[in-house]
């Protein structure tokens, strides 16, 4: 049996009778809505996919603690900890989360007057996302990354999604490896990319940090001015790497082509982006990295967009059943932006490094 949205929110402790509950947002995993009450708070009230979050306690355990670190340094700094942090509403009988059937629900406040962004608008708002990770990552960097679970193991192993890939290739499940040669080959042209980032984790070159690992430009939010408010979609932070914070946000937002433009020809990488969202994350955190850290960061953002078209590949090679797809062949275009945008990154190399270096 399932739900209606409005229904469920009415068993969160709201202020006021919810209303309306509407769909919300374009994540690829979640379902969100947007729910006006009978008052002036307005939530975001959240069906989380269970197939990929399984473990919900561990995970909204993460979400509180971290939540609550970053309210008391907001609050610490003079700021609005209930528009510069998200802030979980439990149920009207104290709990985190409610589990309905099979679907676990939660719910947040909604940061109102805020602007988020499915592409880079400007620079400027880029450089402004830019700041608002950086900022996370400051924030987090005394809290200890031993406190949270990992809520999806290997999510960032990159040579592990390597080889879930080249599992789903050879097995070819629902007979489309044929109707993706090329990006297969590009993939495999390319492995030996995957274990830049794990070798340098695993010989004590990159500190493991507290990072967020989904820092794609839309989980970001600016205020009206274009200034950085808050970061959201919180559910992957977890101990990681700067270089999968800083590498995921160029992966989407260092372009003005959408990450499923059907045209590769229109995907464009942006050094001017790049630059800019350096700027804005590098000046709010650099200040602990050492070069190597820095100049990881150019190696993030080769991985994490290799990594994300090899997800995609992969789940299309599978029969899209993680990503939220709205055409059979989604999943086949995502990867192929994502390749041709790794492609310009590794052409651009030198000129890349060269900006990173100007913050050492
Ligand atoms: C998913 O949930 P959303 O849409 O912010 C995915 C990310 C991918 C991204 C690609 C838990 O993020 O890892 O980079 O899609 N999240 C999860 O757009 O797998
Ligand atoms: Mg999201």
């Given at each position: 049996m399932s739900f209606r949205a409005e229904d469920i929110a009415k068993l969160f402790a709201l202020d006021g009778e919810p209303m309306i509950a509407v769909p919300f947002g374009c994540g690829h995993i979640n379902d969100t809505y947007f729910v006006e009450t009978s008052r002036a708070r307005k939530y975001i009230l959240q069906r989380v996919n269970s197939d990929i979050f399984n473990d919900m306690d561990g995970l909204m355990n993460n979400i509180i603690l971290v939540t609550g670190h970053i309210r008391q340094k907001v609050a610490e700094a003079g700021g609005d900890p209930l528009r510069e942090c998200l802030t979980v509403v439990d149920t009207k009988d104290g709990q985190h989360y409610v589990r309905v059937d099979n679907a676990f629900w939660r719910c947040y406040i909604y940061i109102d007057n805020a602007i988020t962004m499915q592409?880079?608008?400007?620079p400027e708002l880029f450089r402004a996302a830019g700041r608002a990770f950086g900022m996370f990552q400051r924030q987090l960097s005394d809290f200890p990354a031993d406190k949270l679970c990992e809520v999806i193991p290997n999510f960032h192993n990159t040579p592990n999604r390597f080889k879930n890939f080249m599992k789903a290739y050879e097995a070819d499940a629902v007979g489309l490896a044929k109707t993706a040669r090329e990006e297969i080959l590009f993939v495999r042209e390319h492995a030996d990319l995957c274990s830049l980032l794990t070798d340098q984790l695993e010989a004590g070159i990159l500190p493991l940090r507290v990072t967020h690992?989904?820092?794609?430009?839309?989980?970001v939010m600016l205020s009206r001015e274009g200034d950085p408010l808050a970061v959201v979609?919180?559910?992957?932070?977890?101990?990681?790497?700067s270089a999968y914070d800083f590498g995921d946000s160029i992966r989407s937002g260092a372009t003005y082509a959408a990450e499923d433009e059907p045209d590769v020809a229109k995907v464009k990488f942006e050094t001017s982006l790049f630059k800019m969202y350096a700027e804005g994350f590098l000046g709010a955190c650099?200040?602990?990295?050492s070069k190597e850290e820095v100049l990881s960061l150019y190696t993030g953002a080769v991985l994490m967009t290799f990594e994300c078209g090899m997800r995609f590949l992969t789940d299309y090679l599978e029969g899209s059943t993680y990503f939220k797809i709205a055409y059979p062949e989604h999943n086949l275009v995502r990867c192929r932006t994502q390749f041709e945008l790794v492609r310009q990154m590794l052409q651009k190399e030198n000129e890349l490094k060269e900006i990173l270096l100007s913050y050492c």
């Open positions: 592409t880079a608008e400007t690992n989904d820092t794609k430009i839309n989980n979609d919180l559910d992957t932070v977890m101990p990681g790497l650099a200040d602990a990295f």
